[in-house]
């Protein structure tokens, strides 16, 4: 079991693909419209975010980040720049499609979290930062998201912003809490070491939870998907423009701001990179089966675009930001 989760975990991008290509022909051979996926959902969500936000040691914060004006001014992107980019898409390419793009607007409202972690460990960037930004921006979700949902989104979908900041301050702090707890008893128990070694496969199993709820979500649509392919392009044009937006304007602001390649990266990754598991669980239980099929194909095209970052862009950004020669 320890080998298949941590083989999803290397390669998730390949077994969402597979998970939804499978969703769409079970989809259009069984009708999955009538099929209610919320409890399903629901379920997937705390498979989702328990193991994830148990291996996300909010602790450390305190002990890290001590570059005040790359966090702010990541966060900053990563909430309100990234809500304007998408705001831009959704009302230009995706205005006539209220669901598709009510779904790019979560995708700017609900910013990177502990993926930002992963990505700056892979790109060389500086993950102490990221830890930092990556925490105060899971917690800034409940307080922010909901307001910029509908004040970018209300023109797509009805809904009440306290129904959905409650939704996700109970996606968030129960987990957390639930996480900090399982860590500090199993530290306890066992020892650090033991922690850090089963930490490995907690993205594995949280990758269960987004399997789970991408076949659901995707087979309740697949009829009309596959009526109208259209759907595909819109949503991977509106995607890649959001994606190339984001990281234009945090590569010229890093630059402009004076940020080394180790901290200029933490920010374009911050800047382009939206959080999976939280904006697939909130739409997943509240919004239309379309809105969920737009970000689950998210994450297929954003992995491809993160590598495409870190290792065909990321030797001309050492060459434009400069390397901090210290760390």
Request: glycine share 6%.
């Amino acid at each position: 079991m320890r080998k298949v989760l941590m083989q999803i975990k290397k390669r998730l991008y390949v077994y969402v693909i597979f998970d939804f290509m499978l969703a769409l022909l079970a989809g259009y051979f069984i009708d999955f419209r009538a099929f209610n996926i919320k409890p399903i959902s629901i379920i997937a969500v705390f498979i989702m975010l328990y193991p994830m936000l148990t291996g996300m040691e909010v602790e450390k914060v305190k002990k890290a980040g001590k570059n005040f004006k790359l966090i702010v001014t990541t966060l900053v992107f990563a909430y309100f720049v990234a809500s304007f980019t998408a705001y831009l898409v959704s009302r230009s390419i995706l205005k006539s499609y209220p669901d598709i793009a009510f779904a790019m607007v979560m995708v700017g409202a609900i910013p990177c979290s502990n993926m930002l972690i992963g990505w700056s460990g892979i790109a060389d960037a500086s993950v102490e930062d990221a830890l930092v930004i990556a925490v105060v921006g899971l917690l800034l979700i409940p307080v922010l998201s909901p307001f910029l949902l509908k004040l970018n989104g209300g023109v797509f979908v009805e809904f009440r912003v306290k129904t959905v900041a409650v939704l996700l301050l109970s996606y968030i702090i129960i987990p957390l809490l639930l996480g900090m707890i399982t860590r500090s008893f199993i530290i306890k128990r066992k020892g650090r070491k033991y922690f850090m070694e089963i930490k490995k496969i907690f993205p594995g199993i949280s990758a269960i939870g987004i399997l789970i709820i991408v076949f659901f979500s995707v087979a309740k649509v697949s009829r009309l998907v596959v009526a109208k392919p259209l759907v595909f392009l819109l949503v991977f044009v509106g995607l890649l423009t959001y994606y190339l937006i984001q990281t234009t304007l945090s590569v010229i602001f890093a630059k402009t701001l004076g940020f080394k390649y180790e901290q200029g990266m933490i920010m374009i990754l911050g800047a382009t990179a939206s959080s999976q598991a939280i904006s697939l669980s909130v739409a997943a239980t509240l919004f239309s089966p379309l809105t969920v099929f737009a970000l689950a194909f998210k994450p297929i095209l954003q992995v491809f675009y993160i590598m495409f970052l870190i290792y065909s862009l990321g030797p001309w950004l050492k060459r434009l930001l400069g390397e901090d020669k210290i760390s």
